[in-house]
């Protein structure tokens, strides 16, 4: 029985990236159990796990020892981002953080969006008086 928790979609991929090759290449990729067993050798050996189901089912797409795509270069920085801060002690860290930047980034999204609507009741109301003022 495994101490991990496969991912949601069943799938997960591993990269590798040595410096030598122009982008990081597929190691192994797999659904269900080897999904799992990748996830507990990567967990096993100290290698961080970043959990994006849409990300891992693009890149199962892909053969054992392809590099990612060039449209893919975004979301391979985001794991290495997510890799400089990862803290062994907690593992969980960088995913907590990266669900707040989410949440802070949505709520920033929804006060823009009302300040936005307010901004345009507002411009709605003056045009409103000054045709008013050209009717009089």
């Known amino acids: 029985m495994s101490r991990y928790d496969p991912p949601a979609t069943g799938r997960a991929v591993a990269l590798r990236y040595d410096g030598g090759s122009a982008a990081p290449i597929v190691v192994a ?8 067993r990748i996830v507990e050798v990567a967990a096993d050996n100290n290698v961080p796990v970043y959990e994006d189901n849409s990300l891992a089912t693009m890149l199962s797409q892909l053969q054992l020892g392809q590099q990612i795509p060039d449209s893919l270069y975004q979301a391979i920085v985001e794991i290495y981002v997510y ?12 995913r907590r953080e990266r669900e707040e930047a989410r949440k802070a980034s ?3 999204a929804q006060a823009a969006a009302e300040a936005a609507a ?19």
């Open 83 to 94: 890799f400089l801060n990862f803290d062994p002690n907690d593992p969980d860290k960088a």
């Open 29 to 36: 990729s797999g659904m269900g159990y080897l999904a799992e």
């Open 106 to 108: 949505a709520a920033a």
């Open 118 to 136: 307010a901004q345009a009741a507002e411009q709605s109301d003056e045009d409103d008086e000054y045709e008013d003022d050209e009717e009089e």
